[in-house]
Nanobody
Framework: QVQLVESGGGLVQAGGSLRLSCVAS????????MAWYRQAPGKQREWVAT????????RYADSVKGRFSISRDNVKNTIYLQMNSLKPEDTAVYSC????????WGQGTQVTVSS
């Protein structure tokens, strides 16, 4: 069964850091462009970052550029999101999926940044 499991969220003060992980139980993981998304309360889900199949090319939303870093381990079927200099506006449920969002969404991991 195809599954996405996110972890690593928590409560952190503004300026702090967190590292999120997402394990994807798909056999074709290494061929998938993967991405992180987030959804804040009362808002639409938004794209955060994308990483190419080999991990060489990354893209970021302007709101996180310079603070967040996406990476992947194709042996472990895992992508990561290193989040530094966190701001209260980064508070959201963070989820991963392919760039095409063609896998059923996992439950995500809650990130709460206090001011």
């Amino acid at each position: 069964q195809v599954q996405l499991v996110e972890s690593g969220g928590g409560l952190v003060q503004a300026g702090g850091s967190l590292r999120l992980s997402c394990v994807a139980s798909i056999s074709s993981f290494r061929f998938k462009i993967m991405a992180w998304y987030r959804q804040a309360p009362g808002k639409q889900r938004e794209w955060v970052a994308t990483i190419s199949t080999g991990g060489v090319t990354t893209r970021y939303a302007d709101s996180v550029k310079g603070r967040f870093s996406i990476s992947r381990d194709n042996v472990k079927n895992t992508i990561y999101l290193q989040m530094n200099s966190l701001k209260p506006e980064d508070t959201a449920v963070y989820s991963c999926n392919t760039a095409q969002q063609d896998i059923g969404w996992g439950q995500g991991t809650q990130v709460t940044v206090s001011s």
